[in-house]
Each structure stands twice: as C-alpha cells, then as structure tokens.
C-alpha cells in the first residue's frame, strides 16, 4: 500500500521561497500523479497544481503559475513544490495526494499535510 | 474554469438520518468527480472516485448519484462518525476545482 510522507512544517518571511516535499513509498509511485492541495485555518480546499511521475508533466493552477513549480526526483519517489514569493495569503496547510496512471480518478491517499506559516 | 456549487454549507441531522449534498458544476464534468470526507486536523479521505464508485472499506451507506450536471452524495442511516466536512473535486479540466464545502452536524 502506498504511502505520501510530506516534510515538516515551515515559518518563513514574507517575499522568501518555501520547498514542501511529499515522499512516496511502494512500487505504485513511479506510475501515478500528484496533486497538491492546500487549506488556509478555517477554509475550503484550494487546488494548486499536479505532475504525472512518468512524462513529469505538470500543471498549476492559473493564480499560482508564476510562483509555483512542482517537480519529481523518481531517484527517490519524491514530489517537490517550490513556492515563492510567499504571501501572508500563502499561509495554510500543504497536502500532496496521489492517484495511479492507471485511474485518475482515484485519489485515496494523501499525505499528512505540511503547514507554512507565513509571517514577518 | 469549471465552478463547482456545493450545496449546502452546512447541515444538521440525527442519527439514523438520510442526508444528501449536492454539487453542481458550471458544465459538463462527464462523472468526471470525487467525493470526500474530512475531520479536523486530518488530510481529506476518498470516499467515491468517478461520481458514484465506493471506495475500498468505505460504508455502503455512503452513494453518489448523477443528474446532468448535478452530482450527488447520499449518507443513509447516519452515524456519529460520519461528522464532518464533505467536499467535492472535479477532474475534468485543470485547475481540478472543489466545491466549497459541507459541515455536517450530528445532533
């Protein structure tokens, strides 16, 4: 069964960069996409973005595309998100989630989340 | 960008109740759609993938169903468990949107 293992949490400044990583364990990794997630205090979901592990093609959401980049290590089953130019707004907690190539519509399982504080 | 409604904001029941959520989209998703469960502190849990598939080890109690461009979750014979805050997600066309949420209360 695979599991998404998400780096710790983050303070940052405003204006400095922040990168989350999300780890997967299990064989199903290399042949699956990750979407990130994220959830301010209180609020909704927000979708950020997602790359397929194979072709390593990815897509941000249109509000975050010049300040987010998502990568992969398949070295190490490893999704990296870069985000910069932090913002108080940018505040929440992170989730990657993962889906096999073979269903993208399954989606069940996510990492434990990763909050990022943003503060001066 | 395909707009997700989700309705309705919140909701209270007892248990043993049926209580429905819906989730309109702005246009057609093709079942393209997933349903989730979230408690506080906790990430979301998958509950049905492709609008009306059950998940592994998820009650039965739990169902969706498709109208157009309507989709639907349905809990039956409703459990102190099962509250929480229930989302919807869209995968038909990037950004993959989510309905805006559903606070569930067990009275």
Request: glycine share 10%; proline share 4%.
């Given at each position: 069964?695979m599991?998404?293992?998400q780096?710790?949490?983050?303070?940052?400044?405003?204006?400095?960069?922040?990168?989350?990583s999300?780890k997967?364990?299990?064989s199903r990794?290399n042949?699956s996409a990750?979407q990130?997630?994220?959830q301010?205090?209180?609020q909704g979901?927000?979708w950020?973005?997602?790359i397929?592990i194979g072709?390593g093609?990815?897509?941000?959401?249109?509000?975050?595309?010049?300040?987010?980049s998502?990568s992969?290590?398949?070295?190490?089953?490893?999704?990296?998100?870069?985000v910069?130019s932090?913002?108080?707004?940018?505040?929440?907690v992170?989730?990657?989630?993962?889906?096999?190539?073979?269903?993208?519509?399954?989606?069940?399982?996510w990492?434990?989340?990763a909050l990022?504080t943003?503060s001066s | 960008d395909?707009?997700?409604?989700?309705?309705?904001s919140?909701?209270?029941?007892?248990?043993?109740d049926?209580?429905?959520?819906?989730?309109?989209?702005?246009?057609?998703?093709?079942?393209?759609?997933?349903?989730?469960?979230?408690t506080?502190?906790?990430?979301p849990?998958l509950?049905?993938?492709a609008?009306t598939?059950?998940?592994?080890?998820v009650?039965?109690?739990?169902?969706?169903?498709?109208?157009?461009t309507?989709?639907?979750?349905?809990?039956?014979?409703?459990?102190?468990a099962?509250?929480?805050t229930?989302?919807?997600?869209?995968?038909?066309?990037?950004?993959?949107t989510?309905?805006?949420?559903t606070?569930l209360e067990?009275k």
């Open positions: 069964q599991q998404l293992v780096s710790g949490p983050e303070v940052k400044r405003p204006g400095t960069s922040v990168t989350l999300c997967g364990s299990g990794f042949s990750v990130w997630v994220r301010a205090r209180g979901l927000e950020i973005g997602w397929v072709s093609n990815t897509n941000v959401a249109q509000n975050l595309h010049d300040r987010v998502i992969r290590d398949e070295s190490t089953d490893t999704v990296h998100m870069e910069r932090l913002k108080s707004e940018d505040t929440a992170y989730y990657c989630a993962a889906a096999p190539a073979s269903d993208w519509l399954l989606w069940d399982r990492g434990q989340g990022v943003v | 395909v707009q997700m409604t989700q309705s309705p919140s909701l209270s029941a007892s248990v043993g049926t209580v429905t959520i819906t989730c309109r989209a702005s246009g057609d998703i093709y079942k393209s759609l997933d349903w989730y469960q979230q506080a502190g906790k990430p849990k509950l049905l993938s609008a598939r059950l998940t592994d080890g009650p039965s109690r739990f169902g969706g169903s498709v109208s157009g309507e989709y639907t979750l349905t809990v039956t014979n409703l459990q102190p099962d509250s929480a229930y989302y919807c997600q869209q995968f038909y066309r990037v950004p993959y989510f309905g805006q949420g606070k067990i």
